[in-house]
Protein backbone atom coordinates (compact mmCIF):
# COMPACT_ATOMS: atom_id res chain seq x y z
CA UNK A 1 0.00 0.00 0.00
CA UNK A 2 2.48 2.58 0.65
CA UNK A 3 4.10 1.87 -2.86
CA UNK A 4 0.55 2.78 -4.16
CA UNK A 5 0.37 6.03 -2.36
CA UNK A 6 3.97 7.46 -3.17
CA UNK A 7 3.26 6.43 -6.79
CA UNK A 8 0.03 8.08 -6.67
CA UNK A 9 1.63 11.28 -4.83
CA UNK A 10 4.19 11.56 -7.39
CA UNK A 11 1.97 11.46 -9.91
CA UNK A 12 -0.56 13.94 -8.47
CA UNK A 13 2.60 16.33 -8.13
CA UNK A 14 3.28 15.42 -11.84
CA UNK A 15 -0.06 17.05 -12.71
CA UNK A 16 -0.50 19.47 -10.63
CA UNK A 17 2.47 21.19 -11.99
CA UNK A 18 1.40 20.61 -15.73
CA UNK A 19 -2.27 21.94 -14.97
CA UNK A 20 -0.43 24.96 -13.76
CA UNK A 21 0.54 25.50 -17.63
CA UNK A 22 -2.82 25.58 -18.87
CA UNK A 23 -6.08 26.84 -16.87
CA UNK A 24 -7.78 27.38 -19.88
CA UNK A 25 -11.87 27.35 -18.57
CA UNK A 26 -13.84 25.59 -21.28
CA UNK A 27 -17.10 27.37 -23.28
CA UNK A 28 -19.55 24.38 -22.53
CA UNK A 29 -21.72 24.64 -25.18
CA UNK A 30 -21.91 24.12 -28.61
CA UNK A 31 -24.24 26.70 -29.91
CA UNK A 32 -25.77 24.07 -33.00
CA UNK A 33 -29.40 24.13 -33.48
CA UNK A 34 -30.87 22.01 -36.66
CA UNK A 35 -34.38 22.92 -37.48
CA UNK A 36 -36.95 20.71 -37.45
CA UNK A 37 -37.31 19.90 -41.08
CA UNK A 38 -33.49 18.98 -41.64
CA UNK A 39 -33.34 17.25 -38.23
CA UNK A 40 -36.65 15.30 -39.50
CA UNK A 41 -34.84 14.38 -42.84
CA UNK A 42 -31.53 13.26 -41.50
CA UNK A 43 -33.73 10.95 -39.19
CA UNK A 44 -35.75 9.42 -41.89
CA UNK A 45 -32.76 8.68 -43.89
CA UNK A 46 -31.36 7.20 -40.91
CA UNK A 47 -34.08 4.93 -40.19
CA UNK A 48 -34.91 3.88 -44.19
CA UNK A 49 -31.49 2.80 -44.26
CA UNK A 50 -31.08 0.69 -41.19
CA UNK A 51 -34.50 -1.39 -42.71
CA UNK A 52 -32.78 -1.19 -46.35
CA UNK A 53 -29.28 -2.63 -45.45
CA UNK A 54 -29.63 -4.54 -42.26
CA UNK A 55 -30.36 -8.16 -42.21
CA UNK A 56 -30.11 -7.97 -38.01
CA UNK A 57 -32.21 -4.88 -37.71
CA UNK A 58 -34.47 -7.45 -35.34
CA UNK A 59 -32.21 -9.81 -34.53
CA UNK A 60 -31.82 -8.92 -30.96
CA UNK A 61 -34.45 -6.19 -30.28
CA UNK A 62 -38.30 -7.13 -31.35
CA UNK A 63 -39.93 -4.82 -34.17
CA UNK A 64 -41.99 -3.21 -31.15
CA UNK A 65 -38.98 -1.71 -29.36
CA UNK A 66 -37.39 -0.71 -32.63
CA UNK A 67 -40.71 1.02 -33.88
CA UNK A 68 -41.06 2.71 -30.71
CA UNK A 69 -37.18 4.31 -30.94
CA UNK A 70 -38.10 4.83 -34.44
CA UNK A 71 -41.17 6.98 -33.67
CA UNK A 72 -39.23 8.80 -30.93
CA UNK A 73 -36.67 10.05 -33.38
CA UNK A 74 -39.24 11.57 -35.29
CA UNK A 75 -40.73 13.40 -32.19
CA UNK A 76 -38.15 15.35 -31.28
CA UNK A 77 -37.86 16.65 -34.47
CA UNK A 78 -40.85 18.75 -34.41
CA UNK A 79 -39.34 21.49 -33.76
CA UNK A 80 -35.16 22.76 -34.05
CA UNK A 81 -33.08 20.79 -32.41
CA UNK A 82 -30.09 21.08 -30.38
CA UNK A 83 -26.89 19.24 -31.81
CA UNK A 84 -26.03 16.94 -28.83
CA UNK A 85 -29.84 15.86 -28.37
CA UNK A 86 -30.19 14.76 -31.90
CA UNK A 87 -26.77 12.43 -31.29
CA UNK A 88 -28.25 11.01 -28.53
CA UNK A 89 -31.32 10.16 -29.90
CA UNK A 90 -29.26 8.65 -32.87
CA UNK A 91 -27.26 6.87 -30.34
CA UNK A 92 -30.24 5.54 -28.93
CA UNK A 93 -32.24 4.65 -32.11
CA UNK A 94 -28.76 2.03 -32.87
CA UNK A 95 -28.23 1.36 -29.66
CA UNK A 96 -31.72 -0.76 -28.87
CA UNK A 97 -31.04 -3.01 -31.64
CA UNK A 98 -28.15 -4.57 -29.95
CA UNK A 99 -25.47 -4.23 -33.00
CA UNK A 100 -21.45 -3.66 -31.81
CA UNK A 101 -20.83 -3.13 -35.35
CA UNK A 102 -23.36 -0.28 -36.25
CA UNK A 103 -22.22 3.15 -34.92
CA UNK A 104 -22.18 6.65 -35.51
CA UNK A 105 -19.48 9.74 -34.71
CA UNK A 106 -19.66 13.27 -34.62
CA UNK A 107 -20.06 15.82 -37.24
CA UNK A 108 -16.49 17.26 -37.91
CA UNK A 109 -17.49 20.47 -36.55
CA UNK A 110 -18.00 19.04 -33.39
CA UNK A 111 -15.10 17.56 -33.49
CA UNK A 112 -13.60 20.98 -33.74
CA UNK A 113 -15.40 22.41 -30.90
CA UNK A 114 -14.45 19.47 -28.67
CA UNK A 115 -11.10 19.02 -29.16
CA UNK A 116 -10.54 22.83 -27.77
CA UNK A 117 -13.43 23.89 -26.24
CA UNK A 118 -15.81 21.53 -24.34
CA UNK A 119 -15.82 20.78 -21.21
CA UNK A 120 -14.42 17.56 -19.45
CA UNK A 121 -14.52 15.55 -16.62
CA UNK A 122 -11.26 15.61 -15.35
CA UNK A 123 -10.91 11.90 -14.30
CA UNK A 124 -10.69 8.36 -15.86
CA UNK A 125 -12.51 5.66 -14.00
CA UNK A 126 -12.21 1.88 -13.20
CA UNK A 127 -16.01 -0.22 -13.23
CA UNK A 128 -16.04 -2.86 -10.78
CA UNK A 129 -19.38 -4.67 -10.20
CA UNK A 130 -20.95 -1.20 -11.21
CA UNK A 131 -19.03 1.06 -8.91
CA UNK A 132 -17.03 3.63 -10.41
CA UNK A 133 -13.42 4.01 -8.83
CA UNK A 134 -10.53 7.26 -10.16
CA UNK A 135 -8.25 5.56 -11.34
CA UNK A 136 -6.94 8.82 -12.83
CA UNK A 137 -6.52 12.46 -11.72
CA UNK A 138 -6.06 14.95 -14.42
CA UNK A 139 -7.63 17.49 -11.81
CA UNK A 140 -4.80 19.73 -9.86
CA UNK A 141 -7.05 18.88 -6.42
CA UNK A 142 -4.79 16.76 -4.14
CA UNK A 143 -8.02 15.75 -2.33
CA UNK A 144 -9.12 13.37 -5.09
CA UNK A 145 -7.11 10.29 -4.37
CA UNK A 146 -6.58 7.45 -6.86
CA UNK A 147 -8.49 4.63 -5.83
CA UNK A 148 -11.43 6.65 -4.57
CA UNK A 149 -14.81 5.40 -4.82
CA UNK A 150 -17.55 7.72 -6.62
CA UNK A 151 -20.71 8.39 -5.17
CA UNK A 152 -22.14 10.89 -7.21
CA UNK A 153 -21.27 13.45 -9.53
CA UNK A 154 -23.41 16.53 -9.86
CA UNK A 155 -25.59 14.86 -7.32
CA UNK A 156 -26.66 11.94 -9.59
CA UNK A 157 -26.09 8.80 -8.44
CA UNK A 158 -23.95 6.61 -10.26
CA UNK A 159 -26.80 4.25 -10.62
CA UNK A 160 -28.40 6.69 -12.80
CA UNK A 161 -25.66 7.44 -14.60
CA UNK A 162 -24.85 4.24 -15.68
CA UNK A 163 -28.77 3.66 -16.39
CA UNK A 164 -28.90 6.46 -19.27
CA UNK A 165 -25.40 5.86 -20.62
CA UNK A 166 -26.64 2.35 -21.47
CA UNK A 167 -29.42 3.14 -23.51
CA UNK A 168 -27.09 4.99 -26.11
CA UNK A 169 -23.65 2.85 -26.15
CA UNK A 170 -23.39 0.44 -28.74
CA UNK A 171 -23.27 -3.63 -27.67
CA UNK A 172 -23.93 -6.83 -29.12
CA UNK A 173 -27.45 -8.86 -27.92
CA UNK A 174 -28.54 -8.44 -24.34
CA UNK A 175 -25.92 -8.29 -21.98
CA UNK A 176 -23.95 -5.94 -20.28
CA UNK A 177 -20.02 -6.19 -19.79
CA UNK A 178 -19.49 -4.31 -23.19
CA UNK A 179 -21.10 -1.31 -22.05
CA UNK A 180 -19.16 -1.33 -18.62
CA UNK A 181 -15.83 -1.47 -20.53
CA UNK A 182 -17.18 1.15 -22.55
CA UNK A 183 -17.82 3.57 -19.67
CA UNK A 184 -14.79 2.83 -18.51
CA UNK A 185 -13.20 3.46 -20.99
CA UNK A 186 -14.79 6.43 -22.46
CA UNK A 187 -16.70 8.13 -19.47
CA UNK A 188 -15.61 11.57 -20.30
CA UNK A 189 -16.56 11.12 -23.42
CA UNK A 190 -19.68 9.80 -23.17
CA UNK A 191 -20.84 12.10 -20.31
CA UNK A 192 -20.02 15.14 -22.09
CA UNK A 193 -21.53 14.34 -25.17
CA UNK A 194 -25.17 12.19 -23.84
CA UNK A 195 -25.18 14.20 -20.12
CA UNK A 196 -23.89 17.28 -19.51
CA UNK A 197 -20.75 19.77 -19.65
CA UNK A 198 -20.69 21.70 -16.78
CA UNK A 199 -17.64 24.29 -15.57
CA UNK A 200 -17.37 22.81 -11.90
CA UNK A 201 -17.78 18.71 -11.02
CA UNK A 202 -19.60 18.16 -7.70
CA UNK A 203 -18.03 14.97 -6.45
CA UNK A 204 -19.13 12.75 -3.38
CA UNK A 205 -16.50 10.66 -2.82
CA UNK A 206 -14.94 7.67 -0.11
CA UNK A 207 -11.04 8.16 -0.31
CA UNK A 208 -9.41 4.86 0.02
CA UNK A 209 -8.56 5.33 3.14
CA UNK A 210 -11.67 6.40 4.60
CA UNK A 211 -15.08 5.21 5.05
CA UNK A 212 -16.76 8.65 5.18
CA UNK A 213 -18.27 10.30 1.72
CA UNK A 214 -16.31 13.63 1.05
CA UNK A 215 -17.56 16.58 -1.26
CA UNK A 216 -15.22 18.44 -3.61
CA UNK A 217 -15.86 20.45 -6.18
CA UNK A 218 -13.23 20.17 -9.28
CA UNK A 219 -13.16 22.34 -12.24
CA UNK A 220 -13.81 21.12 -15.61
CA UNK A 221 -11.13 20.59 -18.26
CA UNK A 222 -10.31 21.03 -21.79
CA UNK A 223 -9.44 17.78 -23.98
CA UNK A 224 -6.33 19.26 -25.23
CA UNK A 225 -5.44 19.64 -21.47
CA UNK A 226 -6.40 16.66 -20.75
CA UNK A 227 -4.69 14.76 -23.59
CA UNK A 228 -1.07 16.45 -22.99
CA UNK A 229 -1.43 15.16 -19.82
CA UNK A 230 -2.03 11.43 -20.78
CA UNK A 231 0.39 11.94 -23.59
CA UNK A 232 3.21 13.16 -20.89
CA UNK A 233 2.30 10.06 -18.69
CA UNK A 234 2.27 7.34 -21.42
CA UNK A 235 6.18 9.05 -22.25
CA UNK A 236 7.19 8.12 -18.72
CA UNK A 237 5.78 4.28 -19.27
CA UNK A 238 8.04 1.69 -20.94
CA UNK A 239 6.45 1.63 -24.46
CA UNK A 240 3.86 0.26 -26.54
CA UNK A 241 3.08 -3.53 -25.55
CA UNK A 242 2.84 -5.40 -28.75
CA UNK A 243 -0.58 -7.25 -29.78
CA UNK A 244 0.72 -10.88 -29.83
CA UNK A 245 2.73 -12.38 -27.16
CA UNK A 246 3.90 -15.74 -25.53
CA UNK A 247 5.36 -17.09 -22.72
CA UNK A 248 6.38 -20.63 -21.50
CA UNK A 249 5.80 -21.55 -17.50
CA UNK A 250 8.33 -24.90 -17.38
CA UNK A 251 7.32 -25.08 -14.12
CA UNK A 252 3.70 -25.51 -14.85
CA UNK A 253 4.23 -26.86 -18.04
CA UNK A 254 2.15 -23.99 -19.05
CA UNK A 255 2.13 -21.76 -22.54
CA UNK A 256 0.31 -18.59 -22.53
CA UNK A 257 -0.24 -16.73 -25.59
CA UNK A 258 -1.68 -13.40 -25.51
CA UNK A 259 -3.38 -11.80 -28.43
CA UNK A 260 -4.98 -8.51 -28.15
CA UNK A 261 -6.09 -7.67 -31.39
CA UNK A 262 -7.12 -9.89 -34.42
CA UNK A 263 -6.87 -6.87 -36.44
CA UNK A 264 -4.37 -7.34 -39.35
CA UNK A 265 -3.32 -3.65 -39.52
CA UNK A 266 -2.67 -3.13 -35.72
CA UNK A 267 -0.60 -6.47 -35.70
CA UNK A 268 1.64 -5.62 -38.77
CA UNK A 269 2.39 -1.84 -37.37
CA UNK A 270 4.22 -3.49 -34.81
CA UNK A 271 6.13 -5.64 -37.01
CA UNK A 272 4.43 -8.70 -36.17
CA UNK A 273 2.84 -11.36 -38.29
CA UNK A 274 -0.06 -13.15 -37.10
CA UNK A 275 0.17 -16.88 -38.77
CA UNK A 276 4.01 -17.14 -37.94
CA UNK A 277 3.91 -15.84 -34.57
CA UNK A 278 0.73 -18.23 -34.12
CA UNK A 279 2.77 -21.20 -35.71
CA UNK A 280 6.28 -19.88 -33.62
CA UNK A 281 4.04 -20.46 -30.57
CA UNK A 282 2.49 -24.34 -31.37
CA UNK A 283 6.16 -25.05 -32.48
CA UNK A 284 7.54 -24.52 -28.86
CA UNK A 285 4.27 -26.12 -27.12
CA UNK A 286 4.92 -29.29 -29.43
CA UNK A 287 8.53 -29.47 -28.54
CA UNK A 288 8.01 -29.45 -24.94
CA UNK A 289 5.01 -31.76 -25.37
CA UNK A 290 3.00 -28.90 -23.17
CA UNK A 291 0.15 -29.94 -20.90
CA UNK A 292 -1.57 -26.72 -20.63
CA UNK A 293 -2.22 -23.56 -23.23
CA UNK A 294 -3.44 -19.90 -21.54
CA UNK A 295 -5.44 -17.98 -23.97
CA UNK A 296 -6.04 -14.40 -23.07
CA UNK A 297 -8.55 -12.54 -25.22
CA UNK A 298 -9.08 -9.68 -22.87
CA UNK A 299 -9.55 -7.12 -24.80
CA UNK A 300 -9.48 -8.09 -28.26
CA UNK A 301 -11.80 -6.55 -30.08
CA UNK A 302 -11.76 -8.40 -33.34
CA UNK A 303 -10.33 -8.23 -36.45
CA UNK A 304 -10.06 -10.93 -38.97
CA UNK A 305 -12.09 -13.77 -38.85
CA UNK A 306 -9.46 -16.03 -40.55
CA UNK A 307 -7.22 -15.40 -37.41
CA UNK A 308 -9.57 -16.52 -35.05
CA UNK A 309 -10.43 -19.86 -37.13
CA UNK A 310 -6.68 -20.28 -37.78
CA UNK A 311 -6.32 -20.11 -34.41
CA UNK A 312 -8.83 -23.01 -33.56
CA UNK A 313 -8.10 -25.20 -35.68
CA UNK A 314 -5.08 -26.23 -33.74
CA UNK A 315 -7.89 -27.64 -31.34
CA UNK A 316 -9.99 -30.11 -33.38
CA UNK A 317 -9.43 -33.36 -35.44
CA UNK A 318 -12.08 -33.12 -37.74
CA UNK A 319 -13.75 -30.21 -39.77
CA UNK A 320 -16.59 -28.29 -38.84
CA UNK A 321 -18.61 -25.52 -39.63
CA UNK A 322 -17.42 -22.14 -37.99
CA UNK A 323 -20.29 -20.29 -39.20
CA UNK A 324 -23.57 -21.85 -39.99
CA UNK A 325 -24.57 -18.59 -42.48
CA UNK A 326 -23.58 -15.31 -43.76
CA UNK A 327 -26.68 -13.32 -45.38
CA UNK A 328 -27.53 -10.37 -46.30
CA UNK A 329 -30.52 -8.03 -47.58
CA UNK A 330 -28.75 -6.56 -50.99
CA UNK A 331 -25.07 -6.29 -51.82
CA UNK A 332 -24.99 -2.65 -52.90
CA UNK A 333 -27.43 0.37 -55.15
CA UNK A 334 -28.55 1.76 -51.92
CA UNK A 335 -31.28 4.57 -51.53
CA UNK A 336 -28.57 6.85 -49.96
CA UNK A 337 -25.25 5.79 -52.42
CA UNK A 338 -24.86 9.86 -52.66
CA UNK A 339 -23.93 9.87 -48.83
CA UNK A 340 -21.70 7.18 -48.65
CA UNK A 341 -18.37 7.26 -47.11
CA UNK A 342 -17.27 3.83 -47.60
CA UNK A 343 -18.21 0.38 -48.05
CA UNK A 344 -19.46 -2.16 -48.03
CA UNK A 345 -17.00 -4.17 -49.54
CA UNK A 346 -18.81 -6.80 -52.00
CA UNK A 347 -17.62 -7.72 -55.04
CA UNK A 348 -18.19 -10.28 -58.05
CA UNK A 349 -16.44 -12.97 -56.66
CA UNK A 350 -18.87 -13.46 -53.61
CA UNK A 351 -21.64 -15.79 -54.84
CA UNK A 352 -25.20 -15.49 -53.35
CA UNK A 353 -28.25 -17.55 -53.54
CA UNK A 354 -32.03 -16.11 -52.12
CA UNK A 355 -33.57 -17.87 -49.61
CA UNK A 356 -36.87 -18.43 -48.56
CA UNK A 357 -37.06 -15.35 -46.08
CA UNK A 358 -35.69 -12.86 -49.03
CA UNK A 359 -32.49 -12.68 -47.80
CA UNK A 360 -29.27 -13.51 -49.57
CA UNK A 361 -27.03 -16.00 -48.38
CA UNK A 362 -23.27 -15.96 -49.11
CA UNK A 363 -22.48 -19.37 -49.89
CA UNK A 364 -18.87 -18.96 -50.91
CA UNK A 365 -18.07 -16.90 -47.66
CA UNK A 366 -14.04 -18.33 -46.89
CA UNK A 367 -14.96 -18.50 -42.90
CA UNK A 368 -17.97 -20.97 -43.09
CA UNK A 369 -15.96 -23.67 -42.70
CA UNK A 370 -12.59 -24.68 -40.38
CA UNK A 371 -10.80 -27.66 -41.14
CA UNK A 372 -7.99 -29.47 -38.55
CA UNK A 373 -4.36 -28.56 -39.09
CA UNK A 374 -1.99 -31.35 -39.48
CA UNK A 375 0.35 -30.02 -37.76
CA UNK A 376 1.48 -29.20 -33.94
CA UNK A 377 -2.45 -29.94 -32.68
CA UNK A 378 -3.19 -29.15 -28.90
CA UNK A 379 -4.43 -32.03 -26.98
CA UNK A 380 -3.65 -30.28 -23.55
CA UNK A 381 -5.88 -28.39 -21.44
CA UNK A 382 -7.11 -25.08 -22.57
CA UNK A 383 -7.80 -21.60 -20.17
CA UNK A 384 -9.26 -18.93 -21.94
CA UNK A 385 -9.65 -15.52 -20.79
CA UNK A 386 -11.99 -13.27 -21.44
CA UNK A 387 -13.93 -10.27 -20.56
CA UNK A 388 -16.67 -7.19 -21.62
CA UNK A 389 -14.14 -6.27 -24.25
CA UNK A 390 -13.56 -8.93 -26.39
CA UNK A 391 -15.57 -8.40 -29.28
CA UNK A 392 -16.67 -9.70 -33.01
CA UNK A 393 -13.85 -12.30 -34.32
CA UNK A 394 -12.82 -12.92 -30.96
CA UNK A 395 -15.69 -13.67 -29.58
CA UNK A 396 -16.79 -15.79 -31.96
CA UNK A 397 -13.43 -18.00 -31.15
CA UNK A 398 -14.24 -17.83 -27.83
CA UNK A 399 -17.73 -19.02 -28.76
CA UNK A 400 -16.37 -22.12 -30.60
CA UNK A 401 -14.00 -22.99 -28.12
CA UNK A 402 -16.98 -23.43 -25.71
CA UNK A 403 -18.67 -25.86 -28.22
CA UNK A 404 -16.07 -27.49 -29.46
CA UNK A 405 -13.58 -27.93 -26.56
CA UNK A 406 -13.50 -28.54 -22.94
CA UNK A 407 -11.56 -24.88 -22.76
CA UNK A 408 -11.93 -23.89 -18.98
CA UNK A 409 -13.17 -20.06 -19.57
CA UNK A 410 -11.91 -17.40 -16.62
CA UNK A 411 -13.17 -13.88 -16.30
CA UNK A 412 -16.18 -11.92 -17.55
CA UNK A 413 -18.90 -12.47 -19.81
CA UNK A 414 -17.59 -12.15 -23.49
CA UNK A 415 -18.87 -8.33 -25.20
CA UNK A 416 -19.75 -10.28 -28.14
CA UNK A 417 -22.95 -12.73 -28.75
CA UNK A 418 -22.40 -16.08 -28.84
CA UNK A 419 -25.61 -16.23 -31.90
CA UNK A 420 -22.76 -14.48 -33.84
CA UNK A 421 -21.64 -11.17 -35.10
CA UNK A 422 -22.38 -8.25 -37.70
CA UNK A 423 -20.06 -7.14 -40.22
CA UNK A 424 -19.49 -5.50 -43.52
CA UNK A 425 -19.88 -2.09 -42.53
CA UNK A 426 -21.56 0.74 -44.66
CA UNK A 427 -20.34 4.45 -43.12
CA UNK A 428 -22.90 7.83 -44.69
CA UNK A 429 -23.32 10.98 -43.73
CA UNK A 430 -26.39 12.31 -42.60
CA UNK A 431 -26.72 15.32 -44.64
CA UNK A 432 -28.17 17.93 -42.42
CA UNK A 433 -26.12 17.78 -39.33
CA UNK A 434 -23.00 15.98 -40.72
CA UNK A 435 -23.19 13.07 -38.22
CA UNK A 436 -21.70 10.25 -39.30
CA UNK A 437 -23.44 6.74 -40.07
CA UNK A 438 -22.11 3.20 -39.66
CA UNK A 439 -24.27 0.48 -40.32
CA UNK A 440 -23.73 -3.55 -40.68
CA UNK A 441 -24.87 -4.88 -43.63
CA UNK A 442 -23.90 -8.91 -43.03
CA UNK A 443 -25.76 -11.17 -40.46
CA UNK A 444 -23.10 -13.83 -39.29
CA UNK A 445 -24.53 -16.91 -37.64
CA UNK A 446 -22.17 -19.10 -35.55
CA UNK A 447 -22.72 -22.45 -35.88
CA UNK A 448 -24.52 -24.69 -33.22
CA UNK A 449 -25.75 -21.72 -31.55
CA UNK A 450 -29.58 -20.35 -31.62
CA UNK A 451 -29.79 -17.90 -34.03
CA UNK A 452 -30.85 -15.07 -31.35
CA UNK A 453 -28.59 -16.13 -28.60
CA UNK A 454 -28.18 -12.38 -27.13
CA UNK A 455 -25.47 -12.87 -24.46
CA UNK A 456 -21.60 -13.63 -24.77
CA UNK A 457 -19.40 -16.77 -23.56
CA UNK A 458 -20.17 -17.06 -19.71
CA UNK A 459 -17.53 -17.56 -18.27
CA UNK A 460 -17.29 -21.01 -15.69
CA UNK A 461 -15.35 -18.41 -13.04
CA UNK A 462 -16.47 -14.90 -12.97
CA UNK A 463 -13.67 -13.08 -12.09
CA UNK A 464 -12.96 -8.78 -11.96
CA UNK A 465 -10.05 -6.86 -11.61
CA UNK A 466 -10.80 -4.39 -8.15
CA UNK A 467 -9.18 -0.97 -8.42
CA UNK A 468 -6.59 -2.27 -5.64
CA UNK A 469 -5.86 -4.61 -8.01
CA UNK A 470 -4.98 -2.65 -11.02
CA UNK A 471 -3.03 0.21 -9.54
CA UNK A 472 -0.97 -2.76 -7.94
CA UNK A 473 -0.65 -4.15 -11.62
CA UNK A 474 -1.73 -7.18 -10.00
CA UNK A 475 -3.67 -9.66 -12.81
CA UNK A 476 -6.21 -11.22 -10.89
CA UNK A 477 -7.52 -13.82 -13.99
CA UNK A 478 -4.05 -14.54 -15.30
CA UNK A 479 -3.19 -15.65 -11.32
CA UNK A 480 -6.36 -17.52 -10.62
CA UNK A 481 -5.53 -19.59 -14.26
CA UNK A 482 -1.91 -19.85 -13.24
CA UNK A 483 -3.12 -21.13 -9.54
CA UNK A 484 -5.60 -23.53 -10.33
CA UNK A 485 -3.14 -25.39 -13.30
CA UNK A 486 -0.65 -25.45 -9.98
CA UNK A 487 -3.02 -27.22 -7.67
CA UNK A 488 -4.37 -29.75 -10.73
CA UNK A 489 -1.20 -30.23 -11.43
CA UNK A 490 0.34 -31.04 -8.00
CA UNK A 491 3.06 -29.15 -8.00
CA UNK A 492 1.97 -26.32 -5.14
Not at 168 to 187: K, L, P, S
Not at 197 to 212: C, G, M, Q, S, V
Not at 214 to 236: F, G, W
Not at 354 to 364: A, E, H, P, V, Y
Request: hydrophobic share 35%.
Amino acid sequence: MKKILLSVLSYALFVAHSLAQDRVLADSSFRNKISGVEAANDMRLLMNAMKEVQPALYRYASPQQVRREFERSLKICKDSVDYLKLVKQIARLISVTGCSHSGWAHSDAYYAYRENKANFFPFDIKVVKGEYFISRNYSDNPKVKIGSRIVSINNSSINDISSELAKVITHDGNNDTHIQREIEGYFMYVYSAFIENPNTWTLKLIPPDADKVIKIDVPARTLEAIQRLKNQSESLSTGNRLPLQSSFNDKLDTGIYSIDSFNKNDIQEQGQDYIAFTDSVFDELHRKNASNLIIDLRNNGGGETVYGKYLFSHFIDQPYPYFESVRVIKTGNYSFKNFIIYGPEYNDTMRFVKTKNGLLSWTNNPNLHVFPRTKNRFRGKIYVLINGNTMSAAAALAAELRLRTRAVFLGEETGGATGGPNAMPVSFLLPSSQIKIRLSTAMYKMSGHPPNKDRGVIPDVALETSIIDQLNGSDTVMQYALKAIEKDSGTY
